[in-house]
């Protein structure tokens, strides 16, 4: 299992609001860091993808455990 | 000459032309024979492509949905302040809804026409605000923010104002706002609603906590 520095719970929240908490999250961390962000809204899987791609931070692993989305995500 | 359309290019143009009748007269108020004589086809090649009017009339809804707006880019090109964010988002949403007037006819009709299941893909489309708004509101009124506020009244609010500017713009066109682009219009109604709940006044008047920014 892999160690993330930051843990963001945007469980019960749906588009932008994960989005907004992921930009702020990973704004507070150094380049190379992970963050974990937990979310409920099915729509996240693409909007982290997108996310991802387009702030330049990698998409180390993305996984669904009983209704919950993981993605775990190295600072660029 | 429509016999030599590909069995995807087919279903395109099923789609488009049940698309405009469905936004015209609503669900209950088409039937597939009338799909098929303005498609200048059958009903049975039609059903060769949807099972039902019903599977039909998902399919339109699917296409829609699938052209979803993402909100992604504009939150990253954000600042994260509240207004900033909500400006963003009801831009993109107003851009892609005023370019298909179609697609807001069938809300309207489905409103009347008692489908739950229609009605709820309808007001998923509005969620991103509706729960960006009540959530925000939430959180600002307990950190104090802005004053005390109810954030899902103030949420059906802001809802209302933007639904009916795409209404008076897109639909029934009205002369009284002619004048006012509807980017313009909704950048407007914006200021009012976060005038309305105070969120300039206290969040200026705050130079340690800028533009009341939400956690």
């Known amino acids: 299992m892999l160690n993330a520095d930051l843990e963001v719970d945007a469980r019960g929240l749906n588009c932008p609001l994960p989005i907004l908490r992921a930009k702020k999250g990973i704004n507070s961390l150094a380049s190379g860091q992970v963050m974990k962000v937990v979310a409920t809204d099915p729509g996240s899987v693409k909007d982290m993808e997108a996310f991802c791609k387009q702030t330049g931070n990698e998409m180390l692993e993305a996984s669904q455990n009983n209704g919950e989305y993981h993605f775990n995500i190295r600072k660029g | 000459m429509a016999k030599r359309l590909k069995a995807s290019e087919r279903r395109a143009t099923i789609l488009a032309v049940a698309k405009v009748l469905f936004s015209d007269k609503g669900y209950h108020g088409v039937s597939v024979d009338e799909i098929a004589t303005r498609l200048g086809v059958s009903p049975a090649i039609l059903y060769r492509h949807f099972a039902s009017k019903e599977e039909l009339y998902e399919a339109v809804l699917n296409e829609i949905a699938c052209k979803r707006e993402s909100y992604v880019g504009v939150v990253v090109d954000s600042d994260g302040s509240f207004d900033d964010v909500l400006r963003r988002i009801t831009r993109i949403y107003v851009d892609s809804v ?118």
């Not at chain 2, 298909?100 to 069938?106: H, K």
């Not at chain 2, 409103?111 to 229609?118: I, K, W």
């Not at chain 2, 899902?152 to 006012?180: H, N, P, T, W």
């Open chain 2, 98 to 215: 005023s370019r298909d007037p179609d697609y807001l006819r069938m809300e309207l009709h489905s409103a009347l026409e008692g489908s739950d299941a229609t009605r709820q893909f309808f007001e998923n489309r509005w969620k991103p605000f509706t729960d960006y708004i009540e959530f925000s509101l939430g959180e600002m009124s307990t950190r104090r923010d802005i004053a005390p506020v109810e954030p899902r009244v103030a949420a059906l609010a802001f809802q209302g104002m933007i639904r009916e500017a795409l209404y008076a713009k897109c639909i029934y066109r009205s002369s009284r706002y002619v004048d006012m682009p509807l980017p313009e219009l909704c950048d407007l109604l914006v200021d009012l609603f976060l005038q309305s709940i105070g969120y300039g006044v206290t969040a200026r008047a705050d130079t340690t906590n800028p533009a009341g920014q939400a956690r």
